[in-house]
């Protein structure tokens, strides 16, 4: 009776110990999200300024500039990789977004983009 009692507290301390462990990690999504959310708004306001962007493109700019922008949040964040592992992949990353902006972009406002992740 004492191990099933012993047993049953065990059990019920590991789950408490995991429910805070899953809310500790939402609480750094939530930080990881504002963080991309303000990046992504905050580039994609300039960029609408300086390469001259309609306003029925803005949204699907803003969705690219912020899928890019946490790709690469996560990509720095991440804590086993090499140096070289990171140039790779924010290497492909840019050239995703590259080819969607692409698709978006006349080329006057393309050259425009290149030229504003450059400065």
Known sequence: M??????????????????????????????????????????TKGLIKFIQLEKDKTAEVYKAIKEHTSDLYFIEN????????VFIRTTATNET????????????QFERFKRFQKS
């Open 2 to 43: 004492k191990k099933t009692i012993t047993l049953c507290l065990f059990v019920f301390a590991l789950f408490l110990g995991t429910h805070t462990a899953v809310a500790q990690n939402s609480n750094t999504d939530k930080e990881a999200n504002a963080i991309i959310e303000a990046k992504a708004i905050k580039t």
């Open 97 to 108: 977004l590259d080819s969607k902006m692409k698709v978006l972009l006349n080329k006057v």
């Open 78 to 85: 991440e804590k086993n990789s090499t140096e070289k592992e």
